[in-house]
């Protein structure tokens, strides 16, 4: 027989759409899958048998049994309605990784969550007056309280903060900024596109390391709206640098009856100073100092849900909430619950270093890093694990992540792991593509793992993870 008639003798074994879907009913498919989708991956895979058959020139009775094929449909359809979004095991030791989703929620919270999740709540309901509210008023005591500011506010991330901040005081007007703080931070948000954005005018000044006052005094003038100072985020210029502190520029701004707006970036609300950390001046100080206004994230340094906090200035923050752009970025009541029981935490300084994993994370001493790591190494060398892998355990560093803390190293323990039989990058494909993920670093042919960024149950699930690719 011809080749082109054993192809369209192949073809035309490819059963009708509707046998499938009758086989697919007898199996229990549309049980549990509606049946306009079952039907639809019922042709693509019929679509790929047929693409099999003619590029690869195969037989169809060797590519398709009716229970290989009920086996493949089955498998398409339960990984389309499995979550694409996950929990990952964090063996990185980067605190908020941004990746990963930056800062986890203290568990004591959750349930909080989860009923607020359920039910309807009073998002925008004023319980006393039984009449509307602002949905972030429950916030604003908590945030004013934390930080000494007169009001505050919250939208959905920093970078909303900043761009309302903007389009709210200095549309059509000037925003003096350094060049040295021109940055851009991950996911290309870039200072002066959002100046551009908030429609508002550049006016750089200074040179890329040094930038004094006079700089800032020498640009303003009658259209000038804003000064801005700005966290430089995941760098730092070192040498022959100057820039000018907060403190000063809000003398300046006094002087000249314009706002002083500070993007802190991450936003600190404990004082991790006692701790070592340093280079990240709480809120509150920022406050004390002068600004007008400052704005920073909710999920870095604060540990919260995803949000962008502004305090400041009363009469400023009122403008900032009447702005037609703030609608467009309110959080929704997930990010207001989260929020508000965190920033309780806040409260007890003690508390939150205990509480929120972030905080809890960063703060770690020597001895419990070790400890950590000790332990992590006697679980995974268990059994047949010791005989495949090679452990050792070292000192390393961790970092904070998240733009926050950018030049602090933060001394750690590790442990290196490798095999004979399998190299790191087969291993580490093998342990980001379980079931549930585990996210390494890979060094000098060495899988590393950081204990700073792991939770009680993960060290158990990691060997078990190493005892199935022993299996294998």
Same mark, same amino acid.
């Given at each position: 027989?011809?080749?082109?008639?054993?192809?369209?003798?192949?073809?035309?074994?490819?059963?009708? !759409?509707?046998?499938?879907?009758?086989?697919?009913?007898?199996?229990?498919?549309? %049980?549990?899958?509606?049946?306009?989708?079952?039907?639809?991956?019922?042709?693509?895979?019929?679509?790929? =048998?047929?693409?099999?058959?003619?590029?690869?020139?195969?037989?169809?009775?060797?590519?398709?049994?009716? %229970?290989?094929?009920?086996?493949?449909?089955?498998?398409?359809? +339960?990984?389309?309605?499995?979550?694409?979004?996950?929990? $990952?095991?964090?063996?990185?030791?980067?605190?908020?990784?941004?990746?990963?989703?930056?800062?986890?929620?203290?568990?004591?919270?959750?349930?909080?969550?989860?009923?607020?999740?359920? &039910?309807?709540?009073?998002? %925008?309901?004023?319980?006393?007056?039984?009449?509307?509210?602002?949905?972030?008023?429950?916030? +604003?005591?908590?945030?004013?309280?934390?930080?000494?500011?007169?009001?505050?506010?919250?939208?959905?991330?920093?970078?909303?903060?900043?761009?309302?901040?903007?389009?709210?005081?200095?549309?059509?007007?000037?925003?003096?900024?350094?060049?040295?703080?021109?940055?851009?931070?991950?996911?290309?948000?870039?200072?002066?596109?959002?100046?551009?954005?908030?429609?508002?005018?550049?006016?750089?000044?200074?040179?890329?390391?040094?930038?004094? #006052?006079?700089?800032? %005094?020498?640009?303003?003038?009658?259209?000038?709206? $804003?000064?801005?100072?700005?966290?430089?985020?995941?760098?730092? /210029?070192?040498?022959?640098?100057?820039? !000018?502190?907060?403190?000063?520029?809000?003398?300046?701004?006094?002087?000249?009856? =314009?706002?002083?707006?500070?993007?802190?970036?991450?936003?600190?609300?404990?004082?991790?100073?006692?701790?070592?950390?340093?280079?990240?001046?709480?809120?509150?100080?920022?406050?004390?100092?002068?600004?007008?206004?400052?704005?920073?994230?909710?999920?870095?340094?604060?540990?919260?849900?995803?949000?962008?906090? /502004?305090?400041?200035?009363?009469?400023?923050?009122?403008?900032?909430?009447?702005?037609?752009?703030?609608?467009?970025?309110?959080?929704?009541?997930?990010?207001?619950?989260?929020?508000?029981?965190?920033?309780?935490?806040?409260?007890?300084?003690? $508390?939150?270093?205990?509480?929120?994993?972030?905080?809890?994370?960063?703060?770690?001493?020597?001895?419990?890093?070790?400890?950590?790591?000790?332990?992590?190494?006697?679980?995974?060398? &268990?059994?047949?694990?010791?005989?495949?892998?090679?452990?050792?355990?070292?000192?390393?560093?961790?970092?904070?992540?998240?733009?926050?803390?950018?030049?602090?190293?933060?001394?750690?323990?590790?442990?290196?792991?490798?095999?004979?039989?399998?190299?790191?990058?087969?291993?580490?494909?093998? #342990?980001?593509?379980?079931?549930?993920?585990?996210? $390494?670093?890979?060094?000098?042919?060495?899988?590393?793992?950081?204990?700073?960024?792991?939770?009680?149950?993960?060290?158990?699930?990691?060997?078990?993870?190493?005892?199935? =690719?022993?299996?294998?």
């Amino acid at each position: 027989m011809k080749p082109e008639n054993d192809l369209q003798k192949s073809l035309s074994r490819l059963p009708a !759409v509707d046998e499938l879907l009758h086989r697919a009913t007898e199996q229990g498919l549309l %049980e549990c899958y509606p049946r306009t989708l079952v039907a639809e991956f019922i042709r693509g895979r019929l679509q790929k =048998i047929k693409d099999r058959i003619i590029s690869q020139k195969v037989r169809f009775e060797d590519i398709y049994t009716p %229970e290989s094929f009920t086996k493949a449909l089955r498998e398409d359809l +339960e990984n389309f309605y499995r979550p694409k979004l996950k929990p $990952v095991i964090n063996a990185t030791g980067v605190v908020v990784h941004t990746n990963l989703g930056r800062s986890s929620l203290a568990a004591e919270i959750l349930p909080h969550l989860s009923m607020i999740a359920g &039910r309807y709540s009073n998002l %925008e309901y004023d319980l006393e007056a039984g009449g509307r509210s602002i949905r972030y008023a429950n916030v +604003e005591e908590l945030l004013c309280r934390l930080t000494g500011a007169e009001a505050a506010m919250v939208v959905n991330n920093n970078a909303g903060a900043v761009l309302l901040s903007l389009s709210a005081l200095a549309s059509g007007r000037e925003v003096v900024v350094s060049r040295g703080e021109l940055v851009e931070i991950g996911g290309a948000f870039r200072i002066p596109e959002v100046i551009v954005q908030g429609g508002a005018i550049l006016r750089e000044v200074g040179a890329t390391n040094r930038t004094h #006052l006079h700089d800032y %005094e020498d640009a303003i003038n009658e259209n000038t709206a $804003v000064l801005l100072k700005v966290h430089t985020s995941n760098y730092r /210029i070192s040498g022959y640098t100057k820039q !000018v502190e907060a403190r000063e520029l809000t003398v300046l701004g006094r002087k000249y009856g =314009i706002p002083v707006v500070e993007d802190l970036g991450s936003g600190c609300l404990t004082d991790l100073k006692p701790f070592g950390l340093t280079g990240e001046p709480t809120v509150k100080e920022v406050i004390k100092g002068g600004v007008s206004l400052a704005t920073f994230s909710g999920d870095k340094l604060l540990g919260g849900p995803q949000a962008g906090i /502004i305090v400041g200035s009363v009469k400023l923050v009122d403008e900032l909430k009447k702005h037609p752009l703030n609608r467009a970025l309110r959080i929704d009541k997930m990010t207001l619950a989260g929020l508000e029981e965190i920033l309780k935490l806040h409260l007890d300084p003690a $508390v939150a270093v205990d509480r929120i994993p972030t905080l809890k994370m960063l703060t770690l001493s020597d001895a419990e890093l070790k400890g950590r790591a000790q332990r992590l190494k006697r679980i995974i060398g &268990r059994g047949d694990q010791e005989k495949l892998f090679e452990i050792e355990l070292k000192p390393g560093i961790s970092r904070a992540g998240g733009g926050a803390l950018p030049l602090v190293e933060l001394p750690t323990w590790l442990v290196f792991l490798r095999s004979g039989s399998a190299n790191p990058v087969q291993l580490e494909r093998r #342990l980001r593509r379980r079931p549930l993920p585990i996210i $390494v670093r890979i060094v000098d042919d060495w899988l590393v793992f950081d204990p700073r960024t792991l939770f009680n149950d993960d060290y158990r699930e990691i060997s078990r993870a190493l005892q199935e =690719i022993c299996r294998r």
